[in-house]
C-alpha cells in the first residue's frame, strides 16, 4: 500500500471541533495543549499503526508522529420505507499525535 492508499480523509467531528474553538478562544483549566496536536484521520481497513504513521509523515513533510491510535467503526444498518435493510460501510478512525513543537496539519 503506498501513503495515498491509506489515508482516505480527516474526520474531523463536531466534539473536535468544539475542543479546539475552545482552547484557542479561552484556554480552560486542566485542558491541556495536547487537544491541539491530535487529528482523526479515515484510514484503509487493512492499514497497521506503522503503515500509518509512516504515510502521515511522508504526506506531511517535517511532521512527525508521536503515536497512533486505531479503532474499527463498524457499519450501521439502515433501513427506510421497505423490508430489506443495508447497512452503511465499515471503516477504520485512526487518531494521531504529533510531536512537541510541530507545525499543524491543517
Avoid: C
Wanted: net charge positive; aromatic share 6%.
Amino acid at each position: 500500500m503506498n501513503s495515498f492508499t491509506v489515508i482516505k480523509g480527516l474526520h474531523d467531528s463536531e466534539k473536535t471541533q468544539h475542543l479546539k474553538d475552545l482552547f484557542a478562544f479561552r484556554q480552560t483549566k486542566g485542558m491541556k495543549e495536547e487537544v491541539l496536536r491530535k487529528y482523526t484521520l479515515q484510514v484503509d481497513v487493512r492499514a497497521n499503526k506503522h503503515q500509518i504513521r509512516k504515510a502521515v509523515e511522508e504526506l506531511f513533510k517535517g511532521v512527525k508522529v508521536s503515536s497512533v491510535n486505531t479503532a474499527r467503526m463498524i457499519g450501521k444498518t439502515k433501513r427506510s420505507r421497505t423490508k430489506m435493510a443495508g447497512s452503511t460501510a465499515a471503516w477504520k478512525k485512526a487518531v494521531i499525535t504529533l510531536k512537541e513543537g510541530e507545525i499543524e496539519l491543517l
